[in-house]
């Protein structure tokens, strides 16, 4: 099978299908990452790239928020981790003469596929009001042209400005204070669709919006549950951690209606056994689970658990834990006392025998971590599904010891670290006041615009300038007929990217690309070579310096972009010194150092080889001080089964092994065994038979809903072991379907993985 260049734009006639890989990684990851790599860089630059990746003196990898261990190996970096290198370091460039040959109209036709694999963003570009090309221009009349759109807008919260979590810490930190400065509190960012619904839930609960447990733990820890996530493709590096518990005696549930390849036995890349071996076996018991079943089967826990603890008192429930340092147990134990097992088998589709097996596990378990990703935050009841985890893990006291807790998985290599840094739509008073402290200026209180009501306000006219700084916000967010039509009402959209993308082809009435460096790029000040700062998932804080030459002379650090927008729109009278941080970042830190709470002699203390860990109260101290009782709270939450009607299933949309949210890479999804095609819905086949549609025909996927019905038209169906009533389809060919008001409770998070759609046959079956 010849691989699809991007020149070729998807069709979905061909597809192929074989039958789903049981284990992940080996020797295929390797010769697909280098492959790919070579492809992009060529081999000098390879061999260069590769080296650096992951290690002290090197960068951090762009790909996933996994974090590095103390002892690192060679080659530090997995295969989606190099891919993602490749895509920054490739040596294609998308200049002015392409914008030159190619009408903006005619780009918008393309697929962000082909969009991305015509290279890097070498010059800064208008496109101006009535235009057709996308027109070069300088670093200043940009800058200009960006502060006097926001001066004319008659409130400074008519200006929404979003954040992929890609940033710096020391971008971030800028682009807040710039937001700030100016006058707002719209900073929605990719979290907002992501680990939103984890934040609230754990602050909530445990005081700290963020994981408890370090990559050590996982060596300590004698069960690991993995929940909703699927780490073979999306954190590869998280499968060593996973082999390395199993071969200390740890055992694995993984909780998915997907039975996904690297969840169930691993090869690893990195020794012997891994290559020539069968690998390591991972899941112990895979528990294929409905969409939307979780908060069921942790409230079916909860029952068992204290069901067991009163049969014989004091061996289920950490009593001295559950005494001093929590509240709520009385009503949370209340809550889940009646349990209806009709309920819960329905809603999981699990049998009661494996739940009370998972249970058991669990009772047993004296070292517990739940794990989990985007196959809980982004549903309608998101949030107390993840507190009924959290209830499961209190009552047990699996949390702040050795080997246990909670570890929501990142996305974003550097989301954690926008968060820390302030790119959020409601930080506290506490950071704002620190702000105002700092450098003598005024910050709005009033919350601003998350993802959701930011293109509510576009949408209604009530935003007209839109930046932002990295992401794809057309492709990655959900409604797209809705998005795109809300960015091209406004009059002004910025985007600070890497690569060409939707949200350049989608715009406003006028538009600018502001190409910046990536990475892997060496990042050359007055003051010198400068390193950046970024935290991983599990709260390690770290520099990451790129050595790369930058892919064109014309591109600017993200800290001088956020500089020069900032600079002429607040002008050289303000207090803050925005022409000076650019030629230093220790001068930006010294700042982040007396504003951000944990980050106290940050220039000191990211210097160090493995950086530092933010301080984390549960994790380590067992103290819960960010709660409002300042203990860790129970939750009493009403359960929440999905509604799917007769003839209609839930669709999950998810990444394929050859992307990298809206970056595809490629056609293939390998582990899945779907080759040279992306537009395609995986669906039981017990479903199949009885909906009457066949394996290989091309339906329409239809949302109902009561404002209007949502079609994503042209699906091939592929019969696949998925859990009877879901279907599944890739992210973000599927956003169509996902209604912008259709989000989680609580979070505001789009409900991505619970859709009810209905097939539509196109055509007649294919033929055998
Ligand atoms: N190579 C690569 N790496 C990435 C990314 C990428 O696109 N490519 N994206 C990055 C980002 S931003 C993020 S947030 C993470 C995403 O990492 P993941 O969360 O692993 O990403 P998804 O592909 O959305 O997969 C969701 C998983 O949850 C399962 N699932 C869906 N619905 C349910 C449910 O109701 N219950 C349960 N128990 N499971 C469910 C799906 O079957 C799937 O296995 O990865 C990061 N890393
Ligand atoms: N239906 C559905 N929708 C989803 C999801 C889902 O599972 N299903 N997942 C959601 C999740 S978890 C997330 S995190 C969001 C992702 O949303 P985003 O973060 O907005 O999207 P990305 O695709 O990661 O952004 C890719 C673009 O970032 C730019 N870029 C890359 N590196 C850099 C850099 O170093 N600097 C700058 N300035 N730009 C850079 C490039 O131009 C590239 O095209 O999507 C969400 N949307
Ligand atoms: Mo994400």
């Given at each position: 099978?010849?691989?699809?260049?991007?020149?070729?734009?998807?069709?979905?006639?061909?597809?192929?299908?074989?039958?789903?890989k049981?284990?992940?990684?080996g020797?295929?990851?390797?010769a697909v990452?280098?492959?790919?790599?070579?492809?992009?860089?060529?081999?000098?630059?390879?061999?260069?790239t590769?080296?650096?990746?992951?290690?002290?003196?090197?960068?951090?990898?762009?790909?996933?928020?996994?974090?590095?261990?103390?002892?690192r190996?060679?080659a530090?970096f997995?295969e989606?981790?190099?891919?993602a290198?490749?895509?920054e370091?490739?040596?294609r460039?998308?200049?002015?003469?392409?914008?030159?040959?190619?009408?903006?109209?005619?780009?918008?036709?393309?697929t962000?596929?082909w969009l991305?694999?015509q290279?890097?963003l070498?010059?800064?570009?208008?496109?101006r009001?009535?235009?057709?090309?996308?027109?070069?221009?300088?670093?200043?009349?940009?800058?200009?042209?960006?502060?006097?759109?926001l001066?004319?807008?008659s409130?400074?919260?008519?200006?929404?400005?979003?954040?992929?979590?890609?940033?710096?810490?020391?971008?971030?930190f800028?682009?807040?204070?710039?937001?700030?400065?100016f006058?707002?509190?719209n900073l929605p960012?990719?979290?907002?669709?992501?680990?939103?619904?984890?934040?609230?839930?754990?602050?909530?609960?445990?005081?700290?919006?963020?994981?408890?447990?370090?990559?050590?733990?996982?060596?300590?820890?004698?069960?690991?549950?993995?929940?909703?996530?699927?780490?073979?493709?999306?954190?590869?590096?998280?499968?060593?951690?996973?082999?390395k518990?199993?071969?200390?005696?740890?055992q694995i549930?993984?909780?998915?209606?997907?039975?996904?390849?690297?969840?169930?036995?691993?090869?690893?890349?990195?020794?012997?056994?891994?290559?020539l071996?069968?690998?390591?076996e991972?899941?112990?018991?895979?528990?294929?689970?409905?969409?939307?079943?979780?908060?069921a089967?942790?409230?079916?826990?909860?029952?068992?658990l204290?069901?067991?603890?009163?049969?014989?008192?004091?061996?289920?429930?950490?009593?001295?834990f559950?005494?001093?340092?929590?509240?709520?147990?009385?009503?949370?134990?209340?809550?889940?006392?009646?349990l209806?097992?009709?309920?819960?088998?329905?809603?999981?589709?699990?049998?009661?025998?494996?739940?009370e097996?998972?249970?058991?596990?669990?009772?047993d378990?004296?070292?517990?971590?739940?794990c989990?990703?985007?196959?809980?935050?982004?549903?309608?009841?998101?949030?107390?599904?993840?507190?009924?985890?959290?209830?499961?893990?209190?009552?047990r006291g699996?949390?702040?010891?050795?080997g246990?807790?909670?570890?929501?998985?990142?996305g974003?290599?550097?989301v954690?670290g926008?968060?820390?840094?302030?790119?959020?739509?409601?930080?506290?008073?506490?950071?704002?006041?620190?702000?105002?402290?700092?450098?003598?200026?005024?910050v709005?209180r009033?919350?601003?615009?998350?993802t959701?009501?930011?293109?509510?306000?576009?949408?209604?006219?009530?935003?007209k300038?839109?930046?932002?700084?990295?992401?794809?916000?057309a492709?990655?967010?959900?409604?797209t007929?809705?998005?795109e039509?809300?960015l091209?009402?406004?009059?002004?959209?910025?985007q600070?990217?890497?690569?060409?993308?939707?949200?350049?082809?989608?715009?406003?009435?006028?538009a600018?690309?502001?190409?910046?460096r990536g990475r892997?790029?060496?990042d050359?000040?007055e003051?010198?070579?400068?390193?950046?700062t970024?935290e991983?998932?599990?709260?390690?804080?770290?520099?990451?310096?790129g050595r790369?030459?930058?892919?064109?002379e014309h591109?600017?650090?993200?800290?001088?972009?956020?500089?020069?927008?900032?600079?002429?729109?607040l002008?050289?009278?303000?207090?803050?010194?925005?022409?000076?941080?650019?030629?230093?970042?220790?001068?930006?830190?010294?700042?982040?150092?007396?504003?951000?709470?944990?980050?106290?002699?940050y220039?000191e203390r990211?210097?160090?080889?493995?950086?530092?860990v933010?301080?984390?109260?549960?994790?380590?101290?067992r103290?819960?001080?960010?709660?409002r009782?300042?203990?860790?709270?129970?939750?009493?939450?009403?359960?929440?089964?999905?509604?799917?009607?007769?003839?209609?299933?839930?669709l999950?949309?998810?990444?394929?092994?050859?992307?990298?949210?809206?970056?595809?890479?490629?056609?293939?999804?390998?582990?899945?065994?779907?080759?040279?095609?992306?537009?395609?819905?995986?669906?039981?086949?017990?479903d199949?038979?009885?909906?009457?549609?066949?394996?290989?025909?091309?339906?329409?996927?239809?949302g109902e809903?009561?404002?209007?019905?949502?079609?994503?038209?042209?699906?091939?169906v592929?019969?696949?072991?998925?859990?009877?009533?879901?279907?599944?389809?890739?992210?973000?060919?599927?956003?169509?379907?996902?209604?912008?008001?259709?989000?989680?409770?609580?979070s505001?998070?789009?409900?991505?993985?619970?859709?009810?759609?209905?097939l539509?046959?196109?055509?007649?079956?294919?033929?055998?």
């Amino acid at each position: 099978m010849v691989r699809q260049s991007p020149d070729k734009d998807v069709d979905e006639s061909d597809l192929s299908v074989t039958t789903p890989k049981q284990w992940a990684a080996g020797i295929p990851g390797v010769a697909v990452s280098l492959k790919r790599s070579v492809e992009q860089m060529g081999v000098v630059r390879t061999a260069k790239t590769l080296r650096l990746l992951n290690q002290r003196d090197g960068f951090d990898c762009p790909g996933c928020a996994w974090p590095e261990p103390g002892h690192r190996h060679a080659a530090e970096f997995c295969e989606n981790g190099a891919k993602a290198v490749a895509e920054e370091a490739t040596k294609r460039r998308v200049g002015p003469e392409f914008f030159a040959e190619h009408a903006v109209a005619d780009l918008a036709e393309r697929t962000d596929y082909w969009l991305g694999g015509q290279g890097r963003l070498t010059h800064p570009m208008v496109l101006r009001e009535g235009g057709t090309h996308y027109e070069p221009i300088s670093w200043d009349d940009a800058f200009t042209l960006v502060a006097e759109r926001l001066r004319a807008l008659s409130t400074p919260d008519e200006a929404v400005f979003y954040t992929s979590g890609r940033t710096s810490n020391e971008a971030a930190f800028l682009y807040q204070l710039l937001v700030r400065s100016f006058g707002t509190n719209n900073l929605p960012d990719c979290s907002n669709m992501c680990h939103e619904s984890s934040g609230a839930a754990l602050s909530e609960t445990t005081g700290v919006g963020k994981g408890s447990v370090s990559l050590a733990d996982f060596e300590l820890a004698d069960l690991i549950i993995v929940v909703g996530q699927n780490p073979g493709t999306n954190h590869p590096r998280m499968l060593t951690a996973l082999e390395k518990a199993k071969r200390a005696g740890a055992q694995i549930i993984a909780v998915n209606p997907l039975p996904e390849a690297g969840l169930m036995r691993f090869k690893n890349p990195q020794n012997v056994r891994g290559v020539l071996g069968k690998g390591t076996e991972l899941a112990d018991e895979f528990c294929q689970i409905r969409i939307g079943g979780d908060q069921a089967l942790f409230q079916a826990i909860g029952n068992l658990l204290l069901a067991w603890e009163a049969a014989n008192p004091g061996t289920v429930v950490d009593q001295d834990f559950v005494d001093n340092r929590t509240i709520g147990f009385a009503e949370y134990a209340e809550s889940v006392r009646e349990l209806d097992w009709d309920v819960v088998v329905a809603a999981t589709g699990m049998a009661r025998e494996q739940i009370e097996k998972v249970a058991r596990m669990m009772a047993d378990s004296k070292r517990t971590i739940v794990c989990w990703a985007m196959g809980l935050t982004q549903h309608k009841h998101s949030v107390p599904t993840i507190r009924e985890i959290a209830n499961v893990v209190l009552l047990r006291g699996m949390i702040g010891k050795p080997g246990a807790g909670l570890c929501p998985v990142r996305g974003h290599s550097n989301v954690q670290g926008d968060r820390t840094m302030g790119i959020w739509e409601k930080m506290p008073e506490k950071f704002l006041s620190a702000l105002e402290t700092e450098f003598g200026i005024e910050v709005p209180r009033t919350h601003g615009h998350d993802t959701v009501s930011a293109i509510r306000a576009m949408r209604d006219g009530n935003a007209k300038v839109f930046v932002a700084v990295g992401g794809n916000f057309a492709a990655a967010t959900p409604d797209t007929e809705v998005t795109e039509a809300a960015l091209r009402s406004c009059d002004l959209t910025v985007q600070v990217s890497t690569k060409l993308n939707r949200s350049h082809v989608v715009h406003g009435r006028t538009a600018l690309i502001l190409p910046t460096r990536g990475r892997t790029e060496r990042d050359t000040q007055e003051s010198g070579d400068q390193f950046v700062t970024v935290e991983d998932s599990m709260s390690v804080v770290h520099r990451s310096e790129g050595r790369l030459d930058p892919a064109s002379e014309h591109l600017r650090s993200e800290v001088d972009i956020v500089c020069g927008i900032a600079d002429a729109l607040l002008g050289p009278g303000h207090p803050v010194p925005w022409t000076d941080f650019p030629r230093d970042y220790d001068l930006i830190r010294e700042r982040i150092s007396r504003v951000v709470p944990g980050c106290e002699s940050y220039n000191e203390r990211v210097r160090e080889p493995d950086g530092f860990v933010l301080p984390h109260a549960p994790r380590d101290a067992r103290e819960f001080t960010g709660t409002r009782s300042g203990k860790a709270a129970f939750t009493a939450n009403e359960l929440t089964v999905p509604f799917v009607p007769e003839g209609r299933l839930l669709l999950q949309t998810l990444r394929s092994h050859d992307q990298y949210n809206t970056t595809i890479y490629g056609l293939d999804d390998r582990y899945r065994g779907i080759k040279d095609a992306r537009r395609v819905v995986l669906v039981n086949p017990d479903d199949l038979t009885a909906l009457g549609f066949e394996d290989g025909q091309l339906v329409d996927l239809i949302g109902e809903w009561p404002d209007r019905e949502r079609r994503a038209e042209r699906f091939r169906v592929v019969s696949y072991p998925t859990a009877r009533g879901c279907a599944a389809a890739y992210f973000p060919e599927a956003n169509s379907l996902v209604p912008l008001d259709s989000t989680a409770d609580t979070s505001n998070t789009p409900t991505s993985k619970s859709i009810v759609i209905r097939l539509e046959g196109t055509t007649p079956p294919a033929a055998p």
